[in-house]
């Protein structure tokens, strides 16, 4: 589409003809949230137009990609808080579709946080702007009546919520109505936030910006053992700090074969890296708040090697590149077995961070996999790759229980599943099987905006979303291949050292401690 008229045109059209639309920015979502049949309404082509900057907001198109918006935005000391990976590419509007948040979280929270208004257009073919509407008294406009609407849902079914309500400071991804819908006021444009393109197409966000900040620095501790880094991630005092990431190994020995110095930062033992970052305005602020968290007690026989702290502008900007482009560079890893995003993005809270990553490595190995793990440690935000061949029945067979079993952990544990990916097509059909209530009501919110089912359908408010392994890319080859191979065997022309499946039932203990 190139103008409003023609999103609209398209929905009126699919309506008639019965077909899908599915939204889509530069479709990077790993969840398959902007995949399937239908349209595929394509918005990074075209409305890519910063509207107005104002001193504390913008307009965007929803095309506009985060890394032009925040270049423009720092002519005038400016920048889009939040800092998904992938900046370069990913758009505003698939950004704030699914709630994306960074390393960040801690300083400037998530999309959601940011959203201040939308123009929308739903599956209906009618254009809203929604922000925040009043309930008492009731706001005389369309978004007055949308938000009765969505609060009349709610109050009927106020013992859906109750059945989800993690400990977690993320709000996470689909419809948030804990979090927007008040006795006085439903905040609409944060619900639309995170809601994965199946409420309507949004055409325009009015988003908070930040202040740029003067100085930065990093500090990039050096552990021997994972598990006493993830612990050291779960009380290290955040007072002053931006960012808290833990990265594993396998991370990290990717990041020294690609980059040299990467190689000579990286101590020998290194099992995992703590990347903090403070922010301030002044050099010694910043070099303050990196010694508040560096002397709280980390013991020194923990760590591989001296702690590289730098306020350079230079090395702050290398140590990100190396912890948001390696989770990219391992969609490039050749041979069969991969890391396979499914169950890569969760969050605990933080004091129980250690002990679920240490029971949810323990759950891999019981299933003869192995995974990588980053960790936006300050908020207990949880990606992690196991690394599956997916021609493999085995393989294929595994990743449901794996799935369930770990996210029964997460929940377990009080802890959020799509915190800043999306449900889509990988976990949609978890919330139906484990959270039913909670389930019939996004369902219940999907047909109030979108009756005919027209936007998106089986991810989020679908009444019966897909298996896991429904859309899976080589199905076919999968089923012509033999029967399960035994377990502890090596998956044919594997080159990431991956034994085969188990074929028994995943467990994990994890539980609030
Ligand atoms: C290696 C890797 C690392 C990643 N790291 C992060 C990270 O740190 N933080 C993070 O938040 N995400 C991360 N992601 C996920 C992904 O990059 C983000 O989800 C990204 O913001 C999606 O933007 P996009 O433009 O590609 O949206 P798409 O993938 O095209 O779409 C995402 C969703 O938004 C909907 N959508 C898009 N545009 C509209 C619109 N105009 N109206 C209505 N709905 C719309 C789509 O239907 C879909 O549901 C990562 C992905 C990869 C592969």
């Known amino acids: 589409p190139r103008r409003l008229d023609d999103i609209v045109a398209c929905l009126q059209f699919a309506a008639e003809q019965g077909l899908s639309v599915h939204p889509r920015g530069a479709g990077t979502g790993v969840a398959g949230e902007s995949l399937g049949r239908g349209i595929i309404l394509d918005l990074s082509a075209h409305f890519r137009t910063i509207r107005e900057i104002g001193a504390e907001d913008v307009v965007v198109e929803p095309g506009v990609v985060v890394g032009q918006l925040n270049r423009v935005l720092a002519r005038s000391g400016r920048q889009f808080g939040p800092d998904p990976a992938h900046v370069d590419v990913s758009t505003m509007g698939g950004v704030v579709s699914r709630n994306g948040s ?159 110095t990467y190689g000579k930062w990286i101590p020998p033992g290194t099992e995992a890296l703590l990347l903090l970052e403070a922010v301030g305005a002044t050099r010694a602020e910043v070099a303050g708040a990196l010694q508040a968290a560096m002397s709280s007690g980390i013991p020194e026989s923990c760590l591989a090697g001296p702690t590289r702290v730098s306020l350079e502008p230079h090395d702050v900007a290398e140590a990100w590149r190396l912890a948001k482009h390696i989770v990219a560079r391992l969609a490039r890893l050749t041979g069969t077995t991969r890391p396979v995003p499914f169950i890569e993005d969760v969050a605990v809270p933080r004091n129980r961070l250690a002990s679920f990553l240490a029971d949810a490595r323990q759950l891999l190995r019981g299933s003869g996999l192995i995974a990588s793990f ?46 800043e990916h999306a449900w889509g097509l990988s976990r949609s059909w978890y919330l139906k099987e484990r959270l039913p209530a909670l389930h019939r009501l996004w369902c219940d919110v999907k047909e109030l905006f979108d009756p005919l089912r027209l936007l998106n359908p089986g991810k989020l408010g679908d009444p019966d979303p897909p298996p896991l392994t429904a859309h899976l890319r080589g199905a076919e080859s999968a089923r012509r291949a033999a029967a399960p191979a035994p377990a502890g065997t090596p998956a044919s022309g594997e080159a990431n050292h991956v034994v085969g499946a188990s074929d028994k039932e995943p467990t994990l203990s994890s539980g609030r401690a």
Request: charged letters at 20%; glycine letters at 10%.
């Open 374 to 419: 980053y960790s936006h440690a300050g908020h207990g935000q949880v990606h992690v790759r196991p690394f599956l061949d997916l021609q493999h029945p085995g393989h294929r067979t595994l990743m449901p229980r794996l799935a369930r079993a770990f996210f029964d952990a997460v929940l377990a544990s009080g802890g959020r599943i799509s915190t």
């Open 102 to 260: 960074g390393s960040r979280f801690l300083r400037y929270g998530a999309a959601r946080d940011q959203l201040r208004a939308v123009q929308i257009v739903l599956a209906d073919g009618s254009v809203h702007r929604f922000s925040r509407h009043t309930l008492r008294p009731l706001e005389p406009s369309t978004g007055g009546m949308w938000a009765q609407r969505v609060a009349e849902l709610v109050r009927r079914h106020p013992e859906a919520l109750e059945t989800y309500r993690p400990e977690v400071p993320s709000s996470g991804a689909g419809y948030a109505l804990a979090e927007t819908v008040g006795d006085d006021a439903v905040d609409l444009a944060k619900l639309i936030a995170g809601s994965e393109g199946t409420l309507g197409v949004l055409v325009e966000l009015r988003l908070a910006t930040h202040a740029l900040p003067a100085c930065q620095g990093v500090a990039l501790l050096f552990f021997r053992r994972f598990h006493e880094a993830a612990q050291v991630a779960g009380e290290v005092p955040l007072a002053g700090l931006s960012a808290c990431d833990l990265l594993d190994r396998r991370l990290l020995d990717l990041a020294a074969q690609e980059t040299a």
